[in-house]
């Protein structure tokens, strides 16, 4: 039986104390001096700074008893432990067995998993090698120098968010593009340019058998077939050179085409959204070389080791995860904006959305019982800074919602840089610090007539500031940095999850949306009795389709 977090005594606690509390960061910074660093935590290479958010040691330790109350701990270890905690799948959640050394053992359903978790690694190191020096080649003799990596959601969102965070770091002569929407025009844009002899298809997909990911993957093996006709290439030869498959699915790779020998295989105890440190993450050990990923994989471990053994009050993911809490169930927070000072980590928002909101959007929980009394996961959004301060950022500043803000930022860029560009990074990274600073404590409306604003316009000119954020800060965006950064977000939506009693680790919604679509092909394909069962709105949506699509 799940718990129900609202009947806890420190859910009640919290809620009483809530109704009186009110956040004010002038006040908090100016009472106590220190406040900044009893409120920066450390993980191997990021410091973490919360001390502009809504909160005080008094809340603190409610939250750590709502998450004693709440067993958050013991649901922790029983994932660690490769217990079944994703029920509704019934299924182990083990992606921190992906990234644990040899030495670490983990073991699933009394089998220990570490030695073939490393041998496929080993098996993508060695392929990897072999691309790099040219023994692995296309049909035609040609050493690769575009990879296509083909899937959607976890299949992609890991491996292009890192690939384009970390591209200071790849090996110059691969190039590697990401084919995510079934929208033709992202195929067919991926496609144009590039030279069938020297691309590899790498298709994605946990099930193979995802619409998207199977349709773009047909787009392309259709495609390479013909190009490479023109050389005298066999189709079988073709496919056999220019496709490899990661999936947990060897029967579809089977019946797409693809040889067992050329897939990289995963198990179903490895979700989507937490897979890109298995082998869906093929592309960026083929960008990144061995070392890099190894890196990127040592980052990971560092942060599951620290949320497994560090105590309560330096567990940053447990305090983080219990922050949102606050915000969420007691201030009433609906979102939570996601701002890295990186134009390297742009795709980070749209990487968290998934993790975060795909885990945590429920409204049941494990048991089954409904969530009536309380919200579950917060509204994930973010933009690049500086982009978003010339978008969104008005109504951080003067809105009226209750906004959370974590900025992430590196001190320094992760290019060589010339004296101009160190320049132009310490500019950037002021509107980073300036940011966090006004966000916080504004310009009240004495220091806008010392400026001497009009009387008139004082209003609008103030800024009330008290506008939580946490402050994110590395020296510099290196795999390993990445790989930490991105076992914290896990860890962080883990904790939450456990909170609320839910599972985190399945995504029933999204099945049925995938289902629907398939289901209305035959009345978009002019079948009017299937047409015919669907609501009026729908009827109408498909009648003006049908009426403005153009044949060719
Ligand atoms: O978006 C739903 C989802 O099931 C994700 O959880 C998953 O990452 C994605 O689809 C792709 O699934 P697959 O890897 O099986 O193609």
Known sequence: ???????????????????????????????????????????????????????????????????????????????????HVNVSENRAALHVALRAPKSEEYTYNSRTISSDIHAT???????????????????????????????????????????????????????????????????ASKLHDIDPRTTLFIVVSKTFTTMETMTNAHVAKKWIINKLARYGVSEEDAIHSHFVAVSTNDEEVRNFGISPHKMFGFWNWVGGRY????????????????????????????VDTHFLNAPDEENIPLIMGLLNVWYTNFLEASTHAILPYSQLLSRFPAYLQQLIMESNGKHVRSDGTPIIEYTTSEIVWGEAGTNGQHAFFQLLHQGTHLVPADFIAFVNPSLECTESQRIQHDLFLSNFFAQTRTLAFGKTADEARQEGIPEALISARTFSGNHPSTSILASELTPRVLGELIALYEHITFVQSAVWGINPFDQWGVELGKQVAKDLMPAMQGDTTALSRYDSSTQELITYYQQHKKTS
């Open 1 to 83: 039986m799940s718990i129900d977090p609202t009947r806890t005594d420190a859910w009640k606690e919290l809620s009483d104390y809530a109704q009186t509390y009110r956040a004010n960061l002038r006040n908090d910074f100016a009472c106590d001096p220190q406040r900044a660093r009893t409120f920066t935590y450390h993980l191997p290479h990021i410091n973490i700074d919360i001390s502009k958010n809504f909160l005080n040691q008094k809340i603190m330790q409610m939250l750590f008893t709502l998450a004693d109350q709440t067993h958050v701990k013991d649901k922790r270890d029983a994932m660690f432990h490769g217990e």
């Open 275 to 302: 897979s890109v440190s298995s082998a869906v993450g093929l592309s960026l050990i083929l960008t990144l070389g061995r070392e890099n990923f190894q890196e990127f994989l040592d980052g990971m471990h560092s």
């Open 121 to 187: 690694l080993e098996d993508m190191y060695a392929f990897t090698e072999g691309v790099h020096s040219g023994k692995i080649h296309g049909a035609t003799g040609k050493p690769f120098e575009t990879i296509v990596n083909i899937g959607i959601g976890g299949s992609d969102l890991g491996p292009s968010m890192a690939y384009t965070a970390l591209h200071p770091y790849t090996y110059p002569r691969l190039e590697c593009r990401y084919i995510s929407n079934i929208d033709p025009s992202d195929v």
